[in-house]
Structure formats: C-alpha cells, structure tokens
C-alpha cells in the first residue's frame, strides 16, 4: 500500500529561523514521484517540486531546500529564513508511475510569527 | 496562461439538496481530477479524467455523486442530494498528461461547501 506520512502537524517558529518539514513515504513501487504543494489560507494549492524516483539530488530554490533520501523514504523540505508568508499548509505527496494518482500526506501547519 | 478555474467559491446548502461544482482545467491540459479535502486532511481522490473517459472514479461514492467532463474540458461534479458529511472543499486539478506518467497537477482554488 502507498501512504505518506507528515508526523508534525503544526511548526510555529520565528521570522528567520530555518525550519524543516519532514515527509516520509511508503510504495513498493519501483517508479514513482514526490511533491511538495503549498496550501495558503486563500486555499489553492501551489506546487512547489515534483522528484522521481531516479533523481536523488537535492535541490534548492531561492529559500527552498529538498532533501531527498531512498534509503531512508523520505522527502523533506527546507526554508531557509522563514518569513511571514510562508505561513501555511505544506503538503507532501506521492505519484504512482502507473497510475498516476497522488497520495497526499496530512499535512503540516507553518506558522511563521514576525 | 490561466490557472485551474472553479466556481463557486463557497455554498451553503441544506441537508438533501443538490449541489453542483465546476472546473475549467488549464487551456491544453487532458487530465482533470477532483479531490476531496476534509478539514485538516490532505486532498483524496474522487474521479480522474482522461479527455471524456473517467479512468478512475474507484473512490466516488456513486449512490449521490456523478460527475462529467463531455466535451473533454469543462467538468461538473453533482451531489444528489447532500448530506452533512459533504460538508467539506472539493479541489478540481488538472495535469497535462496522465496514464502512465505522473504529471505535476495543478489545483484550483477549490469550491467550500457546508451542508446544514
């Protein structure tokens, strides 16, 4: 079975701190993919990254870190600096490469505080 | 280039009414997907569209929920009739391509909907 776990529900850290979001996964899988999205109070949910499988390197993005590890399932995901706007819901989720169908973790509440 | 569009934005019905959703998918994108997303939950898939062809409606509760994509763009998702237990956003997505490979989805701003 597929699942993806976010075992922090809510982070509340200070304007400028580094804070890492962990997302663990589990699929027998061979092919598969990870995201990131980011769910704002407006509601939609924004991408942020999309990793397969196969490519193991991290990745930065301005602020934005990944971590990606198979040895150990996880995906994780790190702001450099946090700001105010970074508050929000981050949500890790898994593609099957058959399928096609995302499995989304629960979710981890930032809260960025000036 | 426009993102996913949905309307409404938010609906209050009463319990055992109807209630209608929906989506406009990016210009060009042939996969469409509606989600369902509890408060607190991640986004759980209702029905995945390929073109007209619904390829995976495993999850839709087909006793009070129907859904349609005709023309292979525009898709309606339709409850029949509510219960309080819809209350609940309904996220519509679209990806480029589906099937085989995992396109990145991009969502909507999701329709809100209470049910009294």
């Known amino acids: 079975a597929q699942k993806v776990t976010q075992a922090q529900t809510e982070i509340s850290v200070v304007e400028k701190e580094d804070v890492t979001l962990d997302c663990v996964y589990e699929?027998?899988?061979?092919?598969?993919?990870l995201f990131w999205y980011k769910q704002p109070p407006s509601g939609e949910l924004v991408f942020l990254i999309r990793?397969?499988?196969?490519?193991?390197q991290n990745e930065i993005s301005g602020r934005y870190s990944w971590n990606f590890q198979k040895s150990t399932s996880s995906f994780n995901f790190t702001i450099t600096a946090s700001q105010v706007v970074d508050s929000a819901v981050y949500f890790c989720?898994?593609?099957?490469?058959?399928?096609?169908?995302?499995?989304f973790g629960q979710g981890t509440t930032l809260q960025v505080k000036p | 280039e426009a993102g996913v569009v949905q309307s409404p934005r938010y609906k209050i019905i009463e319990k055992k009414q109807p209630v209608a959703f929906w989506c406009n998918p990016i210009?060009?994108?042939?996969?469409l997907y509606w989600y369902l997303q509890n408060l607190g939950q991640g986004p759980e898939l209702l029905i995945r569209?390929?073109?007209?062809?619904?390829?995976?409606d495993s999850q839709l509760p087909k006793d009070r929920f129907s859904a349609e994509r005709l023309k292979g763009v525009d898709s309606t998702l339709k409850i029949q009739p509510a219960e309080l237990g819809d209350s609940a956003v309904y996220l519509c997505?679209?990806?480029?391509?589906?099937?085989?490979?995992?396109?990145?989805?991009?969502f909507g701003p999701g329709t809100r909907l209470t049910v009294l």
């Open positions: 989720a898994l593609g099957s490469g058959n399928t096609g169908k995302l499995i």
């Open positions: 569209y390929e073109n007209e062809e619904a390829v995976d």
């Open positions: 997505a679209s990806s480029l391509a589906g099937g085989t490979s995992t396109d990145t989805q991009y």
């Open positions: 699929t027998r899988d061979t092919t598969y993919y």
């Open positions: 210009s060009g994108h042939n996969t």
């Open positions: 990793r397969n499988s196969f490519d193991e």
